[in-house]
């Protein structure tokens, strides 16, 4: 099965700018989306395909990706940014979706 | 205005079956995949499955395979999954949601629209 490495947990001061990575085999090869699900919440799309910002989403969000690696940054976090982020893709070869184990962000 | 409302949470005994239903409106219903993701207590989301609820094409996460099934019922625009011998670990919000386009993409398109959750428990 594929499998997504995000790292748990990431703590930045109001202001700064949050960078949260996705790693997969092969993953500049899929499309990326990116998900934020606040406490007690149901998630929303953030970033669609890899870099798409569906509408709503501030421009502070953006997406990018190389090699095995995506990111999704954003700029002069705020403390409404606090939430866990996801990424997910769509696996080909198993024919599965796959999520990310998820990045809970602290806005200190 | 689109929307899924699922059906209400399930207590369950281990070994049992559970089935939870997810109706689909303001939009379509053929036009757009329903996958389902669920989400233990505390823990990250984990896909399951998908459907096409014009040809009832279907593909299942493998760890679940011959324990999960998902049908739909185009005349009611409800789309169902059911759960079969239920484990402790199964204890899990269960979702549909619906994916972001039209056609084969939505296989691989974003998940835009989520149904509110069931709550399901399972408990001796």
């Known amino acids: 099965s594929y499998d997504l490495t995000q790292p748990p947990s990431l703590s930045v001061a109001p202001g700064e700018t949050a960078r949260i990575t996705c790693g997969g085999k092969s993953l500049g090869l899929k499309s990326v989306h990116w998900y934020q699900q606040k406490s007690g919440q149901t998630p929303i799309v953030v970033i669609s395909?890899?870099?798409g910002r569906p509408s709503g989403i501030p421009q502070r969000f953006s997406g990018s990706g190389f090699g095995g690696t995506a990111t999704l940054t954003i700029d002069r976090v705020e403390a409404g940014d606090e939430a866990v982020y996801y990424c997910q893709v769509w696996d080909e070869s198993s024919d599965e979706g796959v999520f990310g184990g998820g990045t809970k962000l602290t806005v200190l | 205005q689109v929307r899924l409302e699922q059906s209400g949470a399930e207590v369950a005994k281990p070994g049992a079956l559970v089935r939870v239903s997810c109706k689909a409106s303001g939009y379509p219903f053929l036009d757009y995949y329903i996958h389902w993701v669920r989400q233990a207590p505390g823990q990250g989301l984990e896909w399951m499955a998908v459907l096409n609820p014009r040809g009832d094409r279907k593909s299942y996460a493998e760890r679940l395979q011959g324990r999960f099934s998902v049908t739909r019922d185009t005349a009611t625009t409800t789309v169902f999954m059911e759960l079969s011998t239920l484990k402790y670990d199964d204890t899990a919000v269960y979702y549909c949601?619906?994916?972001?386009?039209?056609?084969?993409?939505?296989?691989?398109?974003?998940?835009?629209?989520w149904g509110q959750g069931t709550k399901v428990t399972v408990s001796s």
């Open positions: 395909y890899d870099r």
């Open positions: 949601v619906r994916a972001a386009t039209t056609g084969a993409g939505g296989r691989s398109a974003p998940l835009d629209i």
